[in-house]
């Protein structure tokens, strides 16, 4: 079955937390303009499944005929359905990039700029401090009926799922579908740049059915395909 409720964020980054060990996700809080809704995105930083190291693409400079649709969007969050799919991001059937460009990176390392986390960072606090637009892909979560447990503003509302979403192995299973992937961009508007980044897990197979399920082993399907996979 697939998400149940695919969407893309639009707004503002307002403030960040690190992942740290035990914490799995980059968060971010974002909002639309003033006065608007408060929402928070989480981003995964490590795989519950083996290998841990989450696979990661960044194009600094991101091109798609279907960008010039998102700037059209309200603030916050559009539920993308059939009706307008041209919006959603699919990693195998779109041709957002070249699979075999992803590497896989840990959570946390010692050191600068060689994990997942800063890598994120860098972009977010560069979205923050120019004032970018952040259209964030994912599974909506909430308006719950308690404050979010990061950022503390009620109600808790935002996006999860900020990943490749098909292929998957195990539980995850029924999250398989297709046009429904996770990623952030970001506009950068004075500069006219879009950055696109994108995640995935090793475990997930990048050759998938019209349902989004695996139709090949990970190790036989990815060997051919991302060039990542051991």
């Known amino acids: 079955m697939p998400l149940k409720n695919y969407s893309v964020l639009k707004g503002k980054v307002v403030d960040t937390q690190m992942g740290s ?11 639309g303009e003033e006065n608007e809704v408060d929402y928070r995105i989480a981003i995964n930083i490590a795989s519950q499944a083996h290998p841990s ?3 990661y693409f960044v194009s600094e400079d991101f091109k798609s005929e279907d960008i010039t649709i998102l700037p059209t969007l309200e603030n916050g969050i559009t539920e993308i359905t059939n009706e307008n799919r041209d919006i959603a991001l699919d990693y195998i059937r779109g041709g957002l990039f070249d699979p075999k460009k992803m590497v896989p ?6 050191g600068i700029d060689n994990d997942l986390n800063e890598k994120i960072h860098h972009y977010i606090g560069q979205a923050k401090e120019k004032k970018a637009i952040v259209y964030a892909y994912g599974e909506r979560f909430g308006p719950e009926s308690k404050p979010d447990k990061y950022f503390h503003f009620k109600p808790g509302n935002g996006i999860h799922d900020i990943h490749m979403n098909q292929g998957n192995v195990g539980n995850w299973k029924k999250d398989d579908g297709v046009w429904q992937d996770g990623g952030i961009l970001i506009h ?21 059915d019209e349902d989004g399920h695996a139709i090949k082993p990970v190790k036989e399907c990815n060997h051919e395909n991302s060039g990542n996979q051991s």
């Open 21 to 31: 060990s035990g914490k799995p996700h980059y968060e971010v809080h974002i909002k």
């Open 53 to 55: 190291e989450v696979l």
């Open 105 to 110: 990176l840990p959570a946390e390392l010692p």
């Open 188 to 208: 950068f508007k004075e500069e006219n740049r879009w950055v696109g980044i994108f995640l995935a897990f090793q475990s997930q197979s990048w050759c998938t």
